[in-house]
């Protein structure tokens, strides 16, 4: 069934043949009165410390339900902000909002679609990676894909392009099953990509016939309520989007950053891709998309840093040198540990490892990468609990940030007892060398005056099926 560009997917609506049935919130916010009550709830802070005055001054001018809905709405959109430019227009359901892709993480991926017309959009829930897609025109001269089994759908674009500007507008037909985010994804398609073609169906993907499609992108439930999902349980699973590449060899899959790299067969791609520090997700390409085996990609300026060779592991990396550290410590981006290309990121700077089974690396020169974290060595030293603390005391340092790697303790208790005091701030790095227990003292590269951005922890591997 699908639904045209100009048609809403069956959701129910006033007006529509589900009059009689209660509206959704979907319909009630699309509706002229929701529609106002948005208008006037722009902007404001609605969060607990104001809901209830808001609500109550609303009440008297709306129905109870429709400012529920808003004030939920208005809600959602404040939290959007951090994912969305445009989120004060777009409409979210909360689990639609946390399942999202950002406009940065998907116009990343959405750029690798240049040159495909007709992409199939599976699971897009309230449409973040559509915002993305449908805002993508095809460019004049497409390279779609490394592979030359592509030729012929390179061709069939290059002749509609060929055809004239009219024909250089891309089609993205968005599926899910969920008709109140089918709803959202068609309003914010409008409000994200105006004038894009953009059809909704609502249906299951693993009953939508892909025939005429160029190019297709799935990103499937990978959650439960708050249950994360191994991949076997992803909805679809992920071997079930494996197979999609079988079907439209231009393929890309949104996985957990947490993924198995074990998971994805050879040839394809698996691309990790951090915001900031940040992990954010995996991107499996297909074959026909891929441009290596592994990647890391660091945004917003999209530093990208892959292994050699597109099928396999790659050519091997030659041995990177082993040493106990040196005047600085770079701490790889988990982008770049996940991808497992800690060895390529030590050969590419010149830099060593300071133990074999841990992603720290050292240098003698202060390397500034963006694939890497650099600190200036203070101290470096076997790790000895109270020696580290009477130094970090006589270094007057009164806050630190502790990272752990590779060794056991509780971060807090430690920090307890190291008993600091001063005006200065360090990071502590608690490590291995050389399989040896081992503390070092350090400072930002660039800010050594502010205390280092506390690290969040990276989301642990996925469960297993
Ligand atoms: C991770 S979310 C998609 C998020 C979306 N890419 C975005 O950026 O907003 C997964 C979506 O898959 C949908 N879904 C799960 N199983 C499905 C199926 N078999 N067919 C269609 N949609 C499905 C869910 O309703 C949910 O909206």
Redesign the pocket.
Known sequence: MIVGANRRPATSQPGSRHADAPPSAAGLLRSAAGRELLDRLAGQDVGPDRVLAVSRSLRADYPPELVAAALTQQALRFAARAKFSRADQMLFTR???E???SELT?GHAAARFAGASVIA???????????ALAGARTVPDPIIGADPADAAATRNAAARNAAGPADLTRRVVA????PT?LEF?RHNASVCAPGSEAGFVR??????PLAGFDAV?I?????DGQRRLPPGQY??PLDWCLRLAGIIPLAAI?AAPGLDRARVPAGWETEFVAVGRELKEALLWSPAMASAARRATVLPAGDTLASSGITGPGAPVPPVRLAPPGAYLLDPSPAVTRAGLVGDLALMLDAWQIDPMIAFLSSGEPVRTPFARTMAVLESAPWHEKRFGRRLRELGIGAADIRRRGLAGDVQQIHRRLDLRGDHSATIVITRVDNRPWGLICTPLSEPSKPSEPSKPPEPPEPSD
């Open positions: 689990s639609g909002l399942q999202a892709s998907a959009d599976l699971c897009c829930g309230i449409g973040g990676n559509l915002a599926v899910d099953t969920d985010a994804a249906a299951d993907v693993r009953e939508l992108f990103d499937p439930a990978r959650r909805q679809p949104k």
